[in-house]
């Protein structure tokens, strides 16, 4: 099992940032793949960002040059760094890891993106 804690979403302005944080604990050296998904309301939840154990990244094309993936090993915790942030990036995100059998996912954290 691998538990997954979000944390750092809140309400900004328009181009204004914010740094999410995915705290990992369990089974994390079973982890392959950790990622960001979102869902904004009334749309289905949608790829943010992967990062794979030997350091692939992968973005969505709507965040990618904004946002930006990255892990502290020593923490287990995944990072998710959003800067010129818009309306439509409103959503709650979710942290998700993989390992090779099994999906895990966080509770979530609201991101609202003010106009």
């Known amino acids: 099992q691998v538990q997954l804690v979000e944390s750092g979403g809140g309400v900004v302005q328009a181009g204004g940032s914010l740094r999410l944080s995915c705290a990992a604990s369990g089974r994390t050296f079973s982890t392959n793949v950790m990622g960001w998904f979102r869902r904004a309301p009334e749309k289905e939840r949608e790829f943010v960002a992967r990062?794979?154990?030997?350091?692939?990244?992968t973005y969505a094309t709507s965040v990618k040059g904004r946002f930006t993936i990255s892990r502290d090993n020593a923490k287990n915790t995944v990072y998710l760094e959003m800067n010129s942030l818009k309306p439509e990036d409103t959503a709650v995100y979710y942290c998700?890891?993989?390992?090779?059998?099994?999906?895990?996912w966080g509770q979530g954290t609201q991101v609202t993106v003010s106009s």
């Open positions: 990062l794979t154990w030997s350091g692939g990244v």
């Open positions: 998700n890891a993989e390992t090779s059998g099994s999906r895990y």
